[in-house]
């Protein structure tokens, strides 16, 4: 009986233990490809990104909560006009699709992976170079870029943009109108209510007069060298 209560007291103490320790173990944020966040004690890979974290820091879906009581939705106002005025669009049509996007979350991680306010693809941010889709300026910056290109790309056609925004743009050249997707078709319904704008907006002179449209030439980080009508990235562009 005295051996058996020794080996119960020494478990005991051996399960504190470990939950004590894994109590102080650091712990690690990552960022999978796709736009996934994971949170571990251990390391995962070389392959994903690396942070590690204060272990006092608040959960995600906390600090979201925290941070839209701190702040109000206007706040994010000033950077939406900024962004809108450089690229030439509606700062209300910005609103709207971040209203019908994230709600004003900058936080938001969707189903698929897209993030931030604009809710930025991975593939899409990477893109645009949007090095942090987290951070509203960057976020809504990239979005805004991405918007002013579909508009562009559309010859105009808000309706049609916006259902590329959702649905991706070859999506939507694919059916040569709003894709029968039940997603996207509420999606443009939801942001064209918000916006209360037009539905045709003026394209830029230099996508009317194609001839004379310039050519920009990308060159990517590996190396590889893309040449666009349109600049997506913000760095390494080099116009023809």
């Not at 971040?98 to 809710?119: D, F, H, T």
Request: hydrophobic share 40%; glycine share 4%.
């Amino acid at each position: 009986m005295v051996v058996f209560c020794k080996m119960l007291i020494l478990r005991t103490v051996i399960v504190v233990l470990l939950l004590w320790t894994f109590a102080e173990a650091d712990i690690y944020k990552y960022v999978r490809e796709d736009g996934v966040i994971l949170y571990t004690d251990a390391p995962l890979g070389e392959k994903i990104i690396k942070e590690k974290i204060n272990k006092k820091e608040t959960s995600p879906a906390a600090k979201t909560e925290t941070v839209n009581s701190k702040k109000n939705k206007d706040s994010y106002h000033p950077i939406v006009h900024k962004k809108a005025k450089e690229h030439d669009i509606d700062p209300s049509l910005v609103t709207a699709v971040i209203k019908a996007e994230s709600n004003g979350n900058p936080y938001a991680v969707s189903r698929k992976g897209a993030m931030g306010l604009m809710q930025l693809m991975p593939m899409t941010a990477s893109e645009l170079q949007v090095r942090n889709p987290f951070d509203p300026e960057d976020n809504i910056d990239g979005g805004t870029r991405y918007l002013r290109y579909l508009i562009e790309r559309f010859n105009g056609n808000l309706t049609l943009a916006l259902a590329a925004y959702n649905a991706g743009p070859k999506v939507v050249e694919k059916y040569g109108s709003v894709p029968p997707i039940s997603e996207t078709r509420q999606y443009v319904k939801r942001v064209l209510s918000l916006y209360n704008g037009k539905t045709d907006i003026p394209v830029s002179a230099s996508y009317k007069q194609k001839k004379s449209e310039p050519i920009y030439k990308i060159i990517m980080e590996d190396g590889t060298i893309l040449f666009t009508n349109f600049p997506l990235r913000k760095t390494n562009v080099i116009r023809f």
